[in-house]
């Protein structure tokens, strides 16, 4: 066993981290959100992420691209 702690990794992600993740102004994420490009759920009073969204949020993007 080692004396080092481990890295705590957050199963959600905020908007406002996919922003910074993505390189966008949180204002652009919220409209992806909206729009329904960026899958989203509500828990609570805030919006929630997954990791796996955001991916798939990626690859649509890439191959909107390569279908052009």
Known sequence: MTDQPSAFVPKWRSPAQVA?????GISK???????GELRS????KYR???????DEYIRDQIERQEAA
Do not use: N, Y
């Not at 910074?20 to 966008?24: E, I, P, R, V």
């Not at 759920?41 to 609570?44: E, L, P, S």
């Open 41 to 44: 759920i509500k828990d609570g």
């Open 48 to 54: 929630r992420i997954l990791p796996e969204w955001v």
């Open 29 to 35: 994420v919220k409209m992806k959100i909206a729009t």
């Open 20 to 24: 910074l993740l993505l390189g966008f």
